[in-house]
């Protein structure tokens, strides 16, 4: 199934209408042939599975698998609460250490609780503030959870040169733990708020409800306590930038949908900085009409599985802004220039094209124009006047299915004779 052919029905109440999974409230998808509640989170049906078809859903199969979800669901609220009634204000002068098999934080009196479990050595005081950095590895078994962290060069870059530059009295980073946690640092000396909405549940031994909560951005479910944030934190900010790191895989509707609910009865003024690959910007745009993609190839510190969409052409992921892109000075001197014509640093690279008004490469390889297609196009392709567009030689789609097509009549003519 292609993004193309699904919609997202948001129409009713999902938090009291919708079937659960761990991952919160289902989303209910419906294409022109179906209709069924499904993960707002996982594509994948290996990692969530919950499916239910929305004409079956009382039926006795579906019941079945909305109480197990269901359940499933609860015993993951429960974790989140259990994880943050342990948590403690632990007193200075004792050593600290994280359990990795625990997920939490204890002193060195209840070592003895943590025998033979995998924990760290005593931490310091920069490394208990920092986590992301120092303590905690990049969830990336899963898909929906592949975290990245963002590399520590582009964290200052977006400190130094855009946040503390502008006029914002708050920040809210959604999916994004490196960059809240050096806001946080940074956020003490300016008077900044900084809030930080992320599914990642072994935070919660580092940050109490007024720093944080656990939050599934494709279907805007809270899990954990939203008193404080709700009722303090919102009402006392008035101009606050977004930040969202989504993972690659989510449905850009769904999570337009989501902000928007989380700010639906305040009247706060909102900037938006999503990250995303550069080749999703036709999603991103359609689901944040008002956003516009910048240049500038966002590095990220854990990249393995990012390694796969690398090579040649450097990180893939870019900046989504509604901000004035005047704002952003290039990431470096060396590899970006300024396009007096677009009034706009992009990449090297990246040539103006005059009949498209702008510099039109997106990875950042070169791009020619095509007067035949009337666009720019990626420099390898060629003008086919067999199927009338740009593609790489010898790979007309036209071609191979006539191809194949000659072929199964040959093999009718085979066995005919
Ligand atoms: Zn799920
Ligand atoms: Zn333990
Ligand atoms: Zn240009
Ligand atoms: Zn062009
Ligand atoms: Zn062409
Ligand atoms: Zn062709």
Known sequence: MTKASIEIDFSENIEINHPKCVHGPTLLFHSS?????????CRDRQECDIFIPYDERNEKGSKKMIQQNQREYERFKKHIQTLQKK???????LNIYYCYTCSILFSEKKQS????????ESLNRQQLRQPCQYVLQPLEKKRTNAQFFFSQTFIDYLINEIISKNSWDSVICIGCPTIFENLHRFSSTKSIQTYLLDYDYRLCSFYSTKQMLIYNM???????????????????IKNCLIVIDPPFGGF???????????????????????????????WIIDAFPNLKMLDYKVEY??????NLCRGRKGSPVRMFTDIS??????????????????????LLTNQHCFQCQSCTSKDGLPYKHCSLCKRCVKAERVHCNNCNVCHLANQCMT??????????DDQTKKIKV
């Open 325 to 346: 892109r005047s704002k952003f000075p290039p990431l470096d001197d060396v590899n970006y220039k300024y396009c007096f014509e677009c009034d706009l640093y992009t």
């Open 33 to 41: 042939t179906s209709k069924f509640f499904a993960c707002s989170a």
């Open 399 to 408: 071609n191979t299915s006539k191809r194949k097509n000659e072929s199964a």
């Open 113 to 120: 609780n943590h025998i033979d479990h995998q924990c760290t």
């Open 218 to 236: 494709f279907n805007g479910h809270i899990f954990s306590k939203k008193k404080y944030f709700q009722e303090k934190f919102l009402k006392t």
């Open 301 to 306: 510190s854990s990249i393995s599985t990012l």
């Open 87 to 93: 948590r403690k204000i632990f007193n200075k002068k």
């Open 252 to 282: 850009h509707r769904a999570l337009s949908y989501s902000i928007e609910k989380l700010f639906q009865s305040s009247d706060i003024n909102r900037d938006i900085i999503l990250f995303n690959p550069y080749f999703l910007e036709k």
